[in-house]
Nanobody
Framework: VQLQASGGGLVQAGDSLRLACAAS????????MGWFRQAPGKDREFVAA????????YYADSVKGRFTISRDNAKNTLYLQMNSLKPEDTAVYYC??????????????WGQGTLVTVSS
């Protein structure tokens, strides 16, 4: 599956953004998915995961209560609603196909991420 993230931009602290990840060339509707991010000078880190049906989700502690992952299998699209953004959320955000029970097991290419910059 090929993945393309979009929706990033420059916002102020406290603002909201919704990221989208369009999938093509695979069976998106049967794949568990995740969002990850990489801040300048740091390793890529897990943000959120969702199972194939959308019934199961979990989040990194740093975004719990502020971010919501969702999907529309009819549109082959994954979403990340980000509210109450903080400067420390500044990063390039990526989507990937994962193993839901172990998000470190990524089995798609990362594709082109989308940059989110949060100013204070």
């Amino acid at each position: 599956v090929q993945l393309q993230a979009s929706g990033g931009g420059l916002v102020q602290a406290g603002d909201s953004l919704r990221l989208a990840c369009a999938a093509s060339g695979g069976t998106f509707s049967s794949e568990d998915m995740g969002w990850f991010r990489q801040a300048p000078g740091k390793d890529r880190e897990f943000v959120a995961a969702i199972n194939w049906s959308g019934a199961g989700t979990y989040y990194a502690d740093s975004v719990k209560g502020r971010f919501t992952i969702s999907r529309d299998n009819a549109k082959n699209t994954l979403y990340l609603q980000m509210n109450s953004l903080k400067p420390e959320d500044t990063a390039v955000y990526y989507c990937a196909a994962i193993v839901y029970s172990d998000y470190s097991k990524v089995f798609s290419s990362w594709g082109q991420g989308t940059l989110v910059t949060v100013s204070s």
